[in-house]
T-cell receptor, first 116, second 115 residues
């Protein structure tokens, strides 16, 4: 069975500093990995995804994520945080190897607070 | 594209009443998902459809919940009778050929309060 873990409920970072939101996963094959962001009172918005290829994936709003197969991780990063980045971030995984119709599994979310 | 459209955005209803949530997926998408988000349980997949056919409804909490997709551009999630523990945000989402790793796009949600 596939699973995804976001070990931190909340991450605080000062504006202008680099930020990292952690995600680890467990699948039987090579995963499809996603990051979504949810601003207050809004739906989830797609940020970026890893399907295959370059381990470093660039996405919206200056975010990027690095796929690390040996550590089964897909951490979200940004070189310089903005106050407007404050939101809830979800990591998601799907195992394409299992066959059939498969659900995507979302993490529990990490609240990012960027402090001015 | 207008994105996934949900209605109503907010609903407050009394316990025992019927609630119907509506969704219009992105045109051309062949997968439609209903999710529920609460503080206690996070984001839960309730049911999903492929080409208007329900594929997996194992996440539907109980018989009070039902979902339909009569055509490619419309789906409903119905709760009858509603209970206070059904209070949550309900998201509809759609995707094109999900099995190939395509992105799921979410609506803005329907915020349900049952009093």
């Amino acid at each position: 069975a596939q699973s995804v873990a976001q070990p931190e409920d909340q991450v605080n970072v000062a504006e202008g500093n680099p930020l990292t939101v952690k995600c680890t996963y467990s699948v039987s094959g090579n995963p499809y990995l996603f990051w979504y962001v949810q601003y207050p009172n809004r739906g989830l918005q797609f940020l970026l995804k890893y399907i295959t290829g370059d381990n470093l994936v660039k996405g919206s709003y200056g975010f990027e994520a690095e796929f690390n197969k040996s550590q089964t991780s897909f951490h979200l990063k940004k070189p310089s945080a903005l106050v407007s980045d404050s939101a809830l971030y979800f990591c998601a995984v799907r195992d394409p190897v299992s066959g059939g119709y498969q659900k995507v599994t979302f993490g529990t979310g990490t609240k990012l607070q960027v402090i001015p | 594209d207008a994105g996934v459209i949900q209605s109503p955005r907010h609903e407050v209803t009394e316990m025992g009443q019927e609630v119907t949530l509506r969704c219009k997926p992105i045109s051309g998408h062949d997968y439609l998902f209903w999710y529920r988000q609460t503080m206690m349980r996070g984001l839960e997949l309730l049911i999903y459809f492929n080409n208007n056919v329900p594929i997996d409804d194992s996440g539907m909490p109980e018989d009070r919940f039902s979902a339909k997709m009569p055509n490619a551009s419309f789906s409903t999630l119905k709760i009858q009778p509603s209970e206070p523990r059904d209070s949550a945000v309900y998201f509809c989402a759609s995707s094109l050929r999900w099995y190939s790793g395509n992105t799921i796009y979410f609506g803005e949600g329907s915020w349900l309060t049952v009093v």
